[in-house]
C-alpha cells in the first residue's frame, strides 16, 4: 500500500515562493499521473497540477507560469515549485497519485 506525504507548507508573504514535496513510502510511482490539488475550507478540492509518466505537465489555469511540478521517480518524489504566491493560493496542498492521497501541507500567503 503507497503512501505519500507532503512537506514544504507554510507562510509565505505575497509575492514569495515556496517549494512543496510529496514522498511515497510502500511502493513506487511507476507510470502513473502524479497530481497536485488543493482545498480552502467549504470549497471543493480543486487541480492544480499534474505530470505524466513522459514528463508532460497540465496546470489548472491559475496557476499557469508560476508553478512548476516535476517528479523524480528514482527517489519517489514529486515537486511543486511555487513561485508569485498570491493570497488566493492560500489552502491545504494534497498530492495525488491513482486513488491515494497525501495528508495535505498548509499554504498560507499573507503579508
Known amino acids: 500500500q503507497v503512501q505519500l506525504l507532503e512537506s514544504g507548507g507554510g507562510l509565505v508573504q505575497p509575492g514569495g515562493s515556496l517549494r512543496l514535496s510529496c514522498a511515497a513510502s510502500g511502493g513506487i510511482f511507476g507510470p502513473n499521473d502524479l497530481g497536485w490539488y488543493r482545498q480552502v475550507p467549504g470549497k471543493e478540492r480543486e487541480f492544480v497540477a499534474l505530470?505524466?509518466?513522459?514528463?508532460?505537465?497540465v496546470y489548472a489555469t491559475s496557476v499557469k507560469g508560476r508553478f512548476t511540478i516535476s517528479r523524480d521517480n528514482a527517489k519517489n518524489t514529486v515537486y511543486l515549485q511555487m513561485n508569485s504566491l498570491k493570497p488566493e493560493d492560500t489552502a491545504v496542498y494534497y498530492c495525488?497519485?491513482?486513488?491515494?492521497w497525501g495528508q495535505g501541507t498548509q499554504v498560507t500567503v499573507s503579508s
Open positions: 495525488n497519485l491513482a486513488t491515494t
Open positions: 505530470v505524466n509518466q513522459y514528463g508532460i505537465t
